[in-house]
């Protein structure tokens, strides 16, 4: 089966898979009670094997009546062992909320939006309704496998005294002795001991199974989302071609691209270019090899990434999406993603200073051995804008043919901004670059700006021929974007003019 991309396919599909991968997470977490399970009845069923023996030369019939005795109690378990499974994965959702309430109401980065957005009573409200559905589906489970164990109980109670009874009624017959009955007194009691210990452990063994079930169902599921690419180990590419892709996400009303067509060459940078969900984000994730199209191939150098093996690829390509991970490694780790190069800190170095990433790295306690995770002890916090140009550092260090930037200066102050557009085409030179921004001053330096509207290619230019164009999208953006001016306000009459002793507010 092949997988668009590295990952779900999106938000809908995990919501879907979410369940059972928290159900395979329990189904790990009581993996190991396997073997103690297991364990406790090995001993049970040797314990009961040896007074078995010893019962049955008392009498035969008396161990048939005693195992009979014991099924109630066993049938009564497994039903409650499966009662309170049920409730742990109907309750599953829930404690995954309150998980995450938790965490989101403590948060020192969005206390602010908590606390000014008056969030604080809708969350405790949230969490104390989540808390009472747990608390309602587990003691209706408790409660029911509390009467499923006491009718269990009570029959069993009733089979051991009929064991009772015809062991007296074989005494009085002259069936056995009255010597081989105190044999049979303490053979009955290791036999029920060991019965008991079979059934109690063999409930929760059948417990934890199901379980484990949802582990390995899980695992079938995950398996079936795996990469299967092709095999061929690409270089850096000197030509990324889309020919005629189009593309679906699952459940949309209509493809997120269709029938588009572009060429990237190695030292051009080509800017993307379109309103929101016009597909700008989802094309440079299949130029990168990230998505696979529904039709039509993404080449590199001629061959389709489809039969490129796919680490293979991403190893050619660096990314900047538009929400970018903050990693709580090191600064040094943040920009090499662990991945040294051969020159080591000098190559992160330069990385760091054409994104403007050494000002950043300057600032901090240890340089690039800070931690750069506010949770742990000795960590340091980065700023939006901060983040933002390690996010941009880690893309310039890769060693990579393809570099995609999408929204790569959102969170940067203009000054910040003009440095990483004006040293973008000297990293240009031996890359081939893709550029995705709204900001259309910035794509002044690209070699041909792609415009997209609903999925579509819809113009294809230099940025002197589009703003050229007065009718063409480009040109509308730009007017919009460059046109905001509102009403000028009516000078102040004399007797609205500002006394001598109060400063003007503007």
Known sequence: MTS???GSEGGAAQQCAAPTRHAADRGAEVSRDLLTEAQYILASSASLIASAFVLTTVHPVLLPLLILAALPKGLAGVRAARLNYIASLATSKDRRLLGMLRWYMIDKQIADQVRSGTMATFLLGKYRAAGTRIDKTTDQATWRAARISLVGGA????????VWVALALLVSAGQISV???GT???ALGRVSAGLDGIVGNGARLFRTGMYLDDWAD??????GHRIARGSEKPAGPTVVRAENITFSYPSADRPALSDVCLEVRRGEVVALVGENGSGKTTLSKLLSALY???HGAITWDGSDTRHMDAHAVWAQTAVVPQSYANWPLSARENINLGQPTEHGDAAVAAAAQAAGADEVIDQLRNGLNTLLAKEWWGGQELSGGQWQRVAIARAFHRPAGLLVLDEPTAALDPRAEHRIFTG???LAADRAVVLVTHRLTNVAIADRIVVLNKGRVIQDGTFTELLADSTGLFRELWDLQNTRTGPIPAPATSSEAVPADQPALF
């Open 4 to 6: 668009r991309t590295s």
């Open 184 to 186: 049979a007194f303490l």
């Open 179 to 181: 010597a081989a009955l």
């Open 292 to 294: 696979l199209p529904d």
């Open 424 to 426: 973008l085409r000297q």
């Open 218 to 223: 899980f695992i079938d599921e995950a398996g």
């Open 155 to 162: 029959a069993g109670g009733l089979a051991h005294a009929a």
